[in-house]
């Protein structure tokens, strides 16, 4: 199971960060690693279980979770960004 304290906890830590602060690729590493070190159906089910906002964040991560899962996670993404249209996922597809 995705540790979801950690993740909501780096997202608050990363909105913190002004865009360009160097070490906002520190928070997508960490943030990337959670999500790697599970299956992909308890990715799907994090993800599912987030806000928006949240996925907006996550969604910087997009590139490494595709490549970690490839196809799969996808189509999910896909799905995802078809339900929170807001979070522009699809922008990162």
Sequence with gaps: ???????????????????NHPGVI???????????AHSLSDVIAFLNSCTADELGWISEVVDELLHHFEA???????????KYPEADIGSQL
Aim: charged share 30%; net charge negative.
């Design 72 to 82: 799969p996670m996808m189509d999910f993404l896909v799905e995802l960004d078809r």
């Design 26 to 36: 520190d928070y997508w590493d960490k943030i990337a690693a959670e999500f790697k």
């Design 1 to 19: 199971m995705v540790n979801a304290v950690l993740i909501r906890s780096l997202i608050a830590e990363r909105v913190a960060l002004s865009p």
